[in-house]
């Protein structure tokens, strides 16, 4: 019999199955159109932060105006070397590391509360002395992994509350709590919403959605009451340029970038607001740089790019082998179409400011490796594919 037969056999009998992963199947190449998207976005994020940062990094770093690119370029070649080494693994390996991955994200993240560095009145970063990290980015992969194993050992089970609702309650709040100690709410944000996607499709019944939304409706209103800071976001979100020196200067700032690339933008390099108007604007506010020096066509072109990118990740999820692998793609494709539609969305000003960054663009290589290796996840999971499909 043809090997491609046998392994279209083998994917057959086993897609969709339960946890129990068959690492001796043979493997094939690691999808071409993820790969080449990722490469393609990953090196014009790479240009916009040379665009972006080098007035702040020549005002900042003492002359050194390419201070932020050459960073950022370092980690991303590093990061496609992880990207390409994490697609080798089997999904099996990831399978087995779920659950330790899980414990050192949380681990981490009450460690940070003890020893991280303070910046922006956070708690967030673990200073490593060549770079910081934030243990919430490894706790966004950790709970996709951990929580995608605890429901293909539930099966059946997940309908019910002590098996499908109760444990993974308990890993969220605990993570909550200690996200919100930091504070981190975009954070909370992103993970409760991969989280409850998971179980959406690993089989929740809709009634447990409706009540966790009520749920989640009174935990907004808490934190609306608790956090000042969460108050004084929502007030320059609804009228920005009520305080427009002071809690409404960012999105202010951030308007008049968008507002003033126009159509074509003023051209790659040429931004105003980068000139130490804006801030943030290498980091969570790049977007803001991209629609002012490329303009309308050139921001939608990008968005395209994105959306193809999210369309894959989860055309790769839906065509998975087995479906523990099918829910690590759900996770890692709605994080990241999370984080990419928020990002938007606050330098829009759709969406009170959160703080988040835009995937493959915004400065950051810690975060920058991990997207990287979640992405090289993804073309592991694409690996198993059988080539009729």
């Not at 108050?231 to 968008?258: C, E, H, K, M």
């Not at 803001?288 to 989860?314: M, N, W």
Request: hydrophobic share 50%.
């Amino acid at each position: 019999m043809p090997a491609n037969s046998q392994n279209a056999i083998s994917y057959e009998s086993t897609r969709l199955a339960d946890y129990r992963y068959d690492d001796s199947i043979d493997r094939g190449s690691a999808d071409v159109p993820l790969t080449l998207l990722t490469l393609l976005l990953l090196t014009i994020g790479v240009v916009m932060v040379l665009s972006a940062s080098y007035a702040r990094a020549y005002y900042t770093m003492e002359g050194n105006a390419t201070y932020y690119f050459v960073r950022q370029a370092l980690f991303a070649l590093c990061g496609v070397g992880v990207m390409f080494v994490c697609s080798r693994f089997p999904m099996g390996f990831y399978r087995r590391a779920s659950g330790m991955l899980m414990l050192i994200s949380i681990v981490l993240l009450a460690l940070v509360l003890v020893i991280g560095t303070v910046g922006n009145n956070a708690r967030r970063w673990i200073n490593l002395g060549f770079t910081t990290f934030q243990p919430s980015e490894l706790t966004k992969i950790g709970v996709v992994m951990y929580f995608s194993l605890m429901i293909c050992r539930a099966k059946d089970q997940m309908k019910t509350f002590r098996y499908g609702i109760l444990p993974f309650a308990g890993i969220l709040g605990v993570i909550c709590v200690l996200l919100a100690l930091e504070p981190h709410m975009s954070a909370i944000i992103i993970i409760v919403a991969v989280g409850l996607v998971l179980l959406f499709v690993g089989g929740v019944q809709l009634r447990w959605f409706i009540g966790g939304g009520l749920g989640l409706a009174a935990l907004m209103g808490f934190a609306y009451a608790a956090f000042g800071y969460v108050r004084d976001r929502i007030t320059a979100w609804q009228n920005p340029f009520l305080d427009a020196s002071d809690t409404g200067y960012q999105i202010v700032q951030s308007l008049y970038s968008i507002g003033s690339g126009g159509l074509l933008g003023l051209g790659l390099g040429n931004s105003r607001q980068k000139y130490l108007y804006l801030p943030e604007e290498h980091n969570d506010y790049i977007f803001s740089i991209v629609c002012e020096e490329l303009g309308f066509i050139g921001a939608i072109l990008i968005l395209a790019l994105f959306a193809l990118l999210i369309v894959r990740g989860y055309w790769i999820a839906m065509h998975a082998r087995d479906k523990y692998s099918l829910l690590v793609g759900v996770g890692i494709t709605t994080q990241l179409a999370l984080q990419v539609l928020m990002n938007i969305a606050v330098c829009t000003n759709s969406i009170p400011c959160t703080g988040i960054s835009l995937p493959l663009f915004s400065y950051g290589g810690t975060a920058l490796l991990l997207q990287l290796a979640e992405i090289g996840i993804l073309l592991s999971i694409s690996r198993d594919i059988p080539e009729k499909t």
